[in-house]
T-cell receptor, first 110, second 108 residues
Framework: DAGITQSPRHKVTETGTPVTLRCHQT?????MYWYRQDPGHGLRLIHY???????DKGEVSDGYSVSRSKTEDFLLTLESATSSQTSVYFC?????????FGPGTRLTVL | RKEVEQDPGPFNVPEGATVAFNCTYS??????FFWYRQDCRKEPKLLMS???SGNEDGRFTAQLNRASQYISLLIRDSKLSDSATYLC?????????FGTGTSLTVIP
């Protein structure tokens, strides 16, 4: 299995609070991705990174920001969490051949 | 219009059966194609890539029809352990687009 970890694995928070999710890889992949997965929607891309300090928006980026200060770490921040951001968040690494996913973070916003 | 469309199922089949999943994609410029498998409450994992010439991996056969923008996955001799959700995935540029998945349950 690809060396990808996510933290925390589970989190419950309240509406309006900031939340940061961390993705850490040991594979030295250039590309890293954040997705959310919701019933009926499948996996949707939030943001991705193509190198240190190089990021771009995905399909559902509103309300989210990202940072990548080191190759191995990609952070996803919910500036002010809302109930609509309750979801399972997956980090992925990879490039043009395929993607490998982390174990996911289950986030509940009350 | 969704980039990737799949029949959500569920497909409930007996052990030993052959089952086929289909998927269509909307962008003819899509470059690469994959099937992923996702178990309940787990991360998606690559099952196989899909090539125009068709490719086989044991009991699994994947096919791509670029003219019809159609991808298929055939599972022969289904096992209980094949029960999962199967995701059709299409790559455009450096972004991956996922179908919502097709649920398969193999029944003893």
């Amino acid at each position: 299995d690809a060396g990808i970890t996510q933290s925390p694995r589970h989190k419950v928070t309240e509406t309006g609070t900031p939340v940061t999710l961390r993705c850490h890889q040991t594979e030295n992949h250039r590309y890293m991705y954040w997705y959310r997965q919701d019933p009926g929607h499948g996996l949707r891309l939030i943001h991705y990174s193509y190198g240190v300090k190089d990021t771009d928006k995905g399909e559902v980026s509103d309300g989210y920001s990202v940072s990548r200060s080191k190759t191995e770490d990609f952070l996803l921040t919910l500036e002010s969490a809302t109930s609509s951001q309750t979801s399972v968040y997956f980090c992925a690494i990879g490039g043009t051949d395929t993607q490998y996913f982390g174990p996911g973070t289950r986030l509940t916003v009350l | 219009r969704k980039e990737v469309e799949q029949d959500p199922g569920p497909f409930n089949v007996p052990e030993g059966a052959t089952v086929a999943f289909n998927c269509t994609y909307s962008n003819s410029a899509s470059q690469s194609f994959f099937w992923y498998r996702q178990d309940c409450r787990k991360e998606p994992k690559l099952l196989m890539s899909v090539y125009s010439s068709g490719n086989e991996d044991g009991r699994f056969t994947a096919q791509l029809n670029r003219a019809s923008q159609y991808i298929s996955l055939l599972i022969r001799d289904s096992k209980l352990s094949d029960s999962a959700t199967y995701l059709c995935v299409v790559m455009q540029g450096n972004q991956f687009y996922f179908g919502t998945g097709t649920s398969l349950t193999v029944i003893p």
